[in-house]
Nanobody, 124 residues
Framework: QVQLVESGGGLVQAGDSLRLSCAASGRTFNTYSLGWFRQPPGKEREFVASISRSGGSSRYVDSVKGRFTISRDNAKNTVYLQMNSLKAEDKAVYYC?????????????????WGQGTQVTVSS
């Protein structure tokens, strides 16, 4: 069983930055691909970014490309999401998740473990 704990959310102004962290328990962290998803108020959960097991490959939803960066530290069992130039539309609860898959990581159904979420609020 793997447990994920997100942190780093908060209230910021448009244009500010935040770094989300997600710490995982267990000794098999580096056997999983990782993803960040978000759920804006009143909307469905959506893909934000994913990163491969080694960290050598990542993907982003178009709306965050150039502003967000996903990274991982396998020695610390932690994945990060650096969010720059935040916009009001980035407001959401952000979730990290682990997937045993190598492909199609934009699909929530491919993830086995989820964190509890961390709230990000951006005031304009």
């Amino acid at each position: 069983q793997v447990q994920l704990v997100e942190s780093g959310g908060g209230l910021v102004q448009a244009g500010d930055s935040l770094r989300l962290s997600c710490a995982a328990s267990g000794r098999t962290f580096n056997t999983y691909s990782l993803g960040w998803f978000r759920q804006p108020p009143g909307k469905e959960r959506e893909f934000v970014a994913s990163i491969s097991r080694s960290g050598g490959s990542s993907r982003y939803v178009d709306s965050v490309k150039g502003r967000f960066t996903i990274s991982r530290d396998n020695a610390k069992n932690t994945v990060y999401l650096q969010m720059n130039s935040l916009k009001a539309e980035d407001k959401a609860v952000y979730y990290c998740a682990l997937s045993p898959k190598l492909f199609n990581l934009w699909e929530p159904g491919g993830y086995d473990y989820w964190g509890q979420g961390t709230q990000v609020t951006v005031s304009s």
